[in-house]
């Protein structure tokens, strides 16, 4: 039995260990990836239908500047050894916030799809083995942004021809702090084109808050501008400017 993990570097590894024994593990392969912080690592079973279970391991990365997210996609091609077989790139995911990996059936055909959760989104993709791509199944944008997002999941408790979706968050100002919500599969009619507006950002509340002798403020924009952040007083004066 082998599995594999993730480092977090600039340029992430690979390393794949085999159990020799009991509570014994040996390093039988190592490679690097173009991505930083490889904290997704998750399985599906032979997705493409080569024969081949797959492995996906991936982190956050950047392109021109824009938050990503890169997946690697790995086969075994011989005895310890292994090939990455393609990459994904998610421009624009959260890369410093939560983001997860699932495996689910959902759209129930019998084929591992992966289900990603990010601070404020779920993006879930599907194999289209006549394309040989990934096709992209579903995506919401969490609109309230005083919710992250914290673990999707993934069931068919009715017995439908699709399962049900559940999504567990940390809401950092109305109690309860953690409170889940249940989707039931709507199929699409129409599908307006999706525009990017410069408005469309995301301005945490800060935690902790009163300040102690440190805060952490969170913030999101939908695409790359300049910006000005700044901590102003009750009395509106300005304290200090962060971002200029």
Do not use: C
Not at 6 to 32: K, L, M, P, R
Not at 69 to 88: C, D, H, M, P
């Amino acid at each position: 039995m082998e599995f594999a993990t993730g480092s977090g570097a600039s340029f992430s590894h690979i390393y794949i260990w085999e159990n020799t024994g009991d509570d014994a593990y040996t390093q039988v392969y190592v490679d690097t990836m173009t991505t930083a912080n490889a904290y997704m690592t998750n399985t599906t079973s032979d997705i493409d239908r080569n024969g081949k279970i797959e492995f996906f391991v991936g982190g956050s990365a950047f392109y021109n500047g824009v938050p990503a997210s890169r997946i690697y996609w790995f086969e075994a091609n011989g005895n310890n050894q292994y090939t990455k077989v393609r990459s994904l790139l998610m421009l624009g995911t959260d890369v410093l916030g939560t983001t997860e990996l699932y495996i689910h059936d959902i759209n129930n055909d019998g084929i591992d799809d992966l289900v990603f959760a990010f601070s404020f989104s779920v993006v879930m993709l599907i194999w289209n083995d006549a394309a040989q791509e990934f096709d992209l199944f579903y995506y919401d944008y969490w609109e309230n942004l005083n919710q992250e997002i914290h673990s999707v999941n993934v069931y068919n408790i009715f017995d439908q021809e699709y399962p049900d979706l559940f999504v567990s968050v940390k809401d950092i100002v109305n109690a309860p702090r953690i409170k889940s919500f249940y989707y039931s599969f709507n199929p699409a009619t129409d599908i307006e084109p999706f525009v990017v507006l410069p408005q469309d950002y995301h301005l945490a509340q800060n935690y902790p808050n009163p300040f102690n002798r440190s805060t952490q403020i969170h913030f999101y924009l939908p695409k790359r501008e300049y910006i000005s952040l700044s901590i102003y007083d009750i009395t509106g004066k300005e304290v200090k400017s962060l971002i200029n």
